[in-house]
Every structure is written in structure tokens, then in C-alpha cells.
């Protein structure tokens, strides 16, 4: 039996006195598992990554890690963040540092560990993406694909039990976009547990091990990758899937 490694309970968020961007939102992230989360602009998929990260306060509801409630305190959350790592659709990397450097500050300033032991890692990491020819390069020597492989490969090097992608090729440009979702899907073979946004529907359907469609701030359908895309089972996730479709003919 699989071990259960994320559980997310009534889940919910608002601002101010605005209607909630999520509601009741309950799911389970089982250890291995990838969770493609799809749904409409502003439905609040990101928000819920963010949630899980503890970069946006919910008001109610729980987030269980190992088992262990991670939501009693804002000062646990620098320390659950290194074992829920997140990449944005923003790269987010230091212009004035290297890619090794940008790579091994987390690590060596965070965690404390030794640099050689880091940087061996990080080596192998950079390889295993394809650039390990790029480990003394800086940011803007960089096309956006490469930067956001820096990304992936620095939130790796903090050896995190999940990962968290929120729209990470949503920047790129087509040709680049293929490179970066390579290697999830990379990722997802070796066995790392990550819940992903994206609008990537035929990468949707290969990485997911299930698909969570929300819309407004609801899960409305849950289901595997196979029955979701062939065969949806609301009406709301049937319109979402034909708009895709007719966009994908029309190109």
C-alpha cells in the first residue's frame, strides 16, 4: 500500500470580504504520485499551491505532511518549505550569482550543509537536466528554458519530499516549452511526488497519475488521466476540455 505523504483538509481561503477563492477544498498526495491540477484562469489553482507552501494564509481547513499537521505556526513554514519545494512560473534566480551559486545557496545557508557534498549534487543534477555545461554562467546568459531547468534542479538540490510547479513554462516561449517538461516528466519516472498547474493538456495526460479539476474554487472532478480526458464526468469539465480541443484544431 502506498504511503500517504500530503493531506489536505476543508481547505479554505478568501480575501478580505470577498468570495472564497477556495472552498472545502480535501485531497490526499500519495508518496510516488503526480497530481496534475487543471482548471479556468482565476478558478484558484495557484492559490492552492500556494497554500501548500505557506505563501498564502487560508482560514480554515488543514494541511497534514507525514501524517503531522504543518499549519500550527508561520515560523514551522521556512522549515516545511525544504521538504515542500515549489518552482514558479518566474524563475526567480539572483542576477549577480552563477547558476551553481544561485543552486547552492539554499542548501549551504539554509540547511547548513557541507559545499562539497552540495556542489557534487548539484553537479550531477545540472547533468542530469542537460546543463552542466552552464554551472558557471549567469542568469542572463541564459535562454528561459535553461533558467527555468536552473529552477527545477535548485529546488532538487533541498532534497524536498513534494514538489509544487505552478505554470512553469507559462513564460516561455513554444520552442523552450518542450525542454522544461521533459524533465518532469523525467521526474515522474524516477518516482518524485509533485502536484502541477498547468495548461499543458497533452502533458497533463502523460505526467498524471490522477487530475484534480477545479472551478471556482471547488473540486468538481477528480479522476484518472484516461476517464478525464476521454471521458469526463461534469458538464463544467466537458466545456473546459472543448474549448482545448478547438484551440488545438485551430492552430
Given at each position: 500500500?502506498?504511503?500517504?505523504?500530503l493531506?489536505i483538509?476543508?481547505l479554505?481561503?478568501?480575501?478580505?470580504?470577498?468570495?472564497p477563492?477556495?472552498?472545502?477544498?480535501?485531497?490526499?498526495?500519495?508518496?510516488?504520485?503526480v497530481?496534475?491540477?487543471?482548471?479556468?484562469?482565476?478558478?484558484?489553482?495557484?492559490?492552492?499551491?500556494?497554500c501548500?507552501?505557506?505563501?498564502?494564509?487560508?482560514?480554515a481547513?488543514?494541511?497534514?505532511?507525514?501524517?503531522?499537521?504543518i499549519?500550527?505556526?508561520?515560523?514551522?513554514?521556512?522549515q516545511?518549505?525544504?521538504?515542500?519545494?515549489?518552482?514558479?512560473?518566474?524563475?526567480d534566480?539572483?542576477?549577480?550569482?552563477?547558476?551553481?551559486?544561485?543552486?547552492?545557496?539554499?542548501?549551504?545557508?539554509?540547511?547548513?550543509?557541507?559545499?562539497?557534498?552540495?556542489?557534487?549534487?548539484?553537479?550531477?543534477?545540472?547533468e542530469r537536466?542537460?546543463?552542466?555545461d552552464?554551472?558557471d554562467?549567469?542568469?542572463?546568459?541564459?535562454?528561459g528554458?535553461?533558467?527555468?531547468?536552473?529552477?527545477?534542479?535548485?529546488?532538487?538540490?533541498m532534497?524536498?519530499?513534494?514538489?509544487?510547479?505552478?505554470?512553469?513554462?507559462?513564460?516561455?516561449d513554444?520552442?523552450?516549452?518542450?525542454e522544461?517538461?521533459?524533465?518532469?516528466?523525467?521526474?515522474?519516472k524516477?518516482?518524485t511526488?509533485?502536484a502541477?498547474v498547468?495548461?499543458?493538456?497533452?502533458?497533463?495526460?502523460?505526467?498524471a497519475?490522477?487530475?484534480?479539476?477545479?472551478?471556482?474554487?471547488?473540486?468538481?472532478?477528480?479522476?484518472?488521466?484516461?476517464?478525464?480526458?476521454?471521458?469526463?464526468?461534469t458538464l463544467r469539465?466537458?466545456?473546459?476540455l472543448?474549448?482545448?480541443?478547438f484551440?488545438?484544431?485551430?492552430?
Amino acid at each position: 500500500m502506498a504511503e500517504m505523504l500530503l493531506e489536505i483538509e476543508h481547505l479554505y481561503k478568501s480575501y478580505d470580504n470577498n468570495p472564497p477563492v477556495l472552498k472545502d477544498i480535501s485531497f490526499q498526495i500519495q508518496k510516488g504520485e503526480v497530481i496534475v491540477i487543471l482548471g479556468p484562469s482565476g478558478c484558484g489553482k495557484s492559490t492552492l499551491l500556494r497554500c501548500l507552501n505557506g505563501l498564502e494564509v487560508f482560514q480554515a481547513g488543514n494541511i497534514k505532511l507525514d501524517g503531522e499537521s504543518i499549519t500550527r505556526s508561520k515560523k514551522d513554514w521556512p522549515q516545511i518549505r525544504q521538504k515542500i519545494g515549489m518552482v514558479f512560473q518566474s524563475y526567480d534566480l539572483f542576477a549577480h550569482m552563477t547558476v551553481m551559486e544561485n543552486i547552492l545557496l539554499g542548501p549551504i545557508k539554509v540547511q547548513k550543509r557541507n559545499k562539497e557534498e552540495a556542489s557534487l549534487q548539484a553537479e550531477k543534477l545540472l547533468e542530469r537536466v542537460g546543463l552542466s555545461d552552464k554551472k558557471d554562467a549567469y542568469p542572463r546568459q541564459l535562454s528561459g528554458g535553461q533558467k527555468q531547468r536552473v529552477a527545477i534542479v535548485r529546488a532538487l538540490c533541498m532534497n524536498p519530499e513534494i514538489l509544487l510547479f505552478d505554470e512553469v513554462t507559462a513564460a516561455l516561449d513554444p520552442e523552450m516549452v518542450r525542454e522544461v517538461l521533459d524533465v518532469i516528466l523525467e521526474l515522474a519516472k524516477a518516482g518524485t511526488t509533485m502536484a502541477i498547474v498547468t495548461h499543458e493538456m497533452k502533458f497533463a495526460k502523460a505526467v498524471a497519475d490522477r487530475i484534480l479539476f477545479i472551478d471556482q474554487g471547488e473540486i468538481i472532478e477528480e479522476n484518472t488521466p484516461k476517464a478525464f480526458f476521454e471521458n469526463p464526468s461534469t458538464l463544467r469539465a466537458k466545456q473546459f476540455l472543448n474549448i482545448f480541443n478547438f484551440e488545438e484544431e485551430t492552430k
